[in-house]
């Protein structure tokens, strides 16, 4: 079936890049998703790799998606106090069903 | 904030009961799901609604769950006869719902504790 698996945790230092990994089973998988949780608030979109992409960029963020091993990463560079929070990866193949993992919790370390 | 509002934030209730949530979305938004979230875990899929047709299920979706979306606009889920297992937080999301890339806005969740 369908499944989704991340790291559960990772602690860096203010300034270093972070870089957190996820791996899924569906080969079908359209559209692969970066979402951040921070504490008493819901999730909030990041970013999105198209599965015929190998990489995407924006601002702090790199998106590496190494789609023969299934393999998807979310790379945060300068990282900053604020982006203590946790990240969850996420599949589709479009339409309505998006399959979650469980979500890695970042610490940053002033 | 995205825009998508819950209510009540938190709510404490004994097993048994029946608790309703509502969720009220980004006003053109066509789609509206649920999620339940446990802790240490990613949201599941519930349910979700294209307008107000209820067009998927999951088989997280005991009987005692029901979710409507009466006018097309804000949601409700009720759970009757609480479990202990029912104890999570639920998520509602919303997304316009015309392409496939359909970008999803969380709200900030309803976090339910069944003594």
């Known amino acids: 079936g369908e499944d989704v698996e991340q790291s559960l945790f990772l602690s860096v230092r203010e300034g270093d890049s972070s870089v957190i990994n996820c791996t899924y089973t569906d080969s079908s998988s359209t559209y692969l998703y970066w979402y951040k949780q921070e504490p008493g608030a819901g999730l909030q979109l990041l970013t999105y790799?198209?599965?015929?992409?190998d990489m995407k960029q924006d601002q702090r963020l790199t998106v590496l998606l190494n789609k023969k091993d299934k393999h998807l990463s979310l790379r945060i560079a300068d990282t900053q106090t604020g982006d203590s929070a946790i990240y969850f990866c996420a599949e589709s193949t479009g339409g309505f069903k998006t399959i979650f993992g469980a979500g890695t919790r970042l610490f940053v370390k002033a | 904030d995205t825009g998508v509002s819950q209510n009540p934030r938190h709510k404490i209730t004994k097993r048994g009961q029946n608790v309703t949530f509502r969720c009220d979305p980004i006003s053109e938004h066509n789609r509206l799901y649920w999620y339940r979230q446990t802790l240490g875990q990613g949201p599941e899929f519930l349910t979700y609604?294209?307008?107000?047709?209820?067009?998927?299920k999951s088989r997280l979706l005991s009987d005692r769950f029901s979710a409507e979306r009466p006018k097309g606009s804000f949601s409700t889920l009720e759970i009757q006869r609480t479990e202990q297992g029912d104890s999570a937080m639920y998520l509602c999301a919303s997304s316009l719902g015309d392409r496939d890339m359909d970008e999803q806005f969380f709200g900030p969740g309803t976090r339910l504790t069944v003594l």
């Open positions: 609604f294209q307008n107000e047709a209820q067009l998927e």
């Open positions: 790799i198209f599965s015929n992409m």
